[in-house]
């Protein structure tokens, strides 16, 4: 349990761990002194005991979700840029990054404990009531990945000129690239270069936009492509 206490003004050494203590010694503390953890949470200061040790190892139950835990943290770190344009209707970008790690936790991370992999074509990289294209495609060739589709506007919230976010993602390198705005639904071809990769595999995804920022639709996943 938390006991909120007072602010923060004098150091204390103690076990060779360091707290941070305030208004005096009848103060609260940050940092860690013996046994107890003082930290600051929404203006307020508060003190808890540390954590007993784990007496029995953990399940391997525990340790598979330890495993898909730090698998699809990794990844979130790598798409967090774009998550920032991509889930627009959340504020914060920690917020945003929260709802993109349940989902794609949830659906996209498959095998059996240890071997653990993400299966790209069922990430979420948005999420909107926009539609995405029909008769989606993509091929690479030259260095660059090329998106065609075929224009479906007055589909529910969609216009002619709702811009395209065009994804692509290389597990080698823990890199996301992503281009906002390259063509719009009209246009039904949009060119991602990608020769910066060359001879690696790329994950390749469709979003779009509308120009306003107000609506997006469901990323489209458009295939794994070796980059000549």
């Given at each position: 349990m938390f006991v909120p206490v007072s602010k923060i003004s004098l150091f204390i050494l103690k076990n060779?761990?360091?707290?941070?203590?305030?208004?005096g010694l009848l103060g609260g503390f940050s940092g860690k002194v013996g046994p107890v953890i003082g930290c600051r949470y929404k203006g307020k200061t508060y003190l808890r005991s540390l954590p007993g040790k784990r007496k029995n190892p953990p399940s391997e139950l525990q340790l598979a979700q330890q495993v898909k835990f730090g698998m699809m943290c990794a990844f979130n770190a790598d798409m967090q840029a774009l998550f920032w344009h991509t889930f627009?209707?959340?504020?914060?970008?920690?917020?945003?990054?929260?709802?993109?790690?349940?989902?794609n936790l949830k659906y996209a991370v498959m095998g059996e404990y240890p071997d653990f992999y993400i299966d790209f074509r069922k990430v979420v990289l948005s999420k909107g009531l926009l539609h995405n294209v029909v008769e989606l495609s993509a091929t690479a060739a030259g260095g660059k990945i090329q998106f065609n589709w075929h224009d479906n506007n007055g589909e529910g919230l969609t216009r002619n000129d709702d811009e395209t976010i065009l994804v692509a993602y290389c597990p080698e390198n823990k890199e996301t690239l992503f281009r906002i705005g390259t063509a719009l639904r009209e246009d039904e071809v949009a060119e991602l270069d990608v020769s910066a990769y060359k001879g690696q595999t790329l994950h390749?995804?469709?979003?779009?936009?509308?120009?306003?920022?107000?609506?997006?639709?469901?990323?489209?996943?458009?295939?794994?492509?070796?980059?000549?």
């Open positions: 060779k761990k360091m707290g941070i203590v305030l208004n627009d209707a959340v504020g914060k970008t920690a917020e945003k990054s929260k709802i993109a790690f349940g989902q390749t995804w469709i979003i779009f936009r509308s120009r306003n920022c107000k609506y997006i639709s469901i990323s489209e996943y458009t295939g794994a492509f070796v980059v000549e």
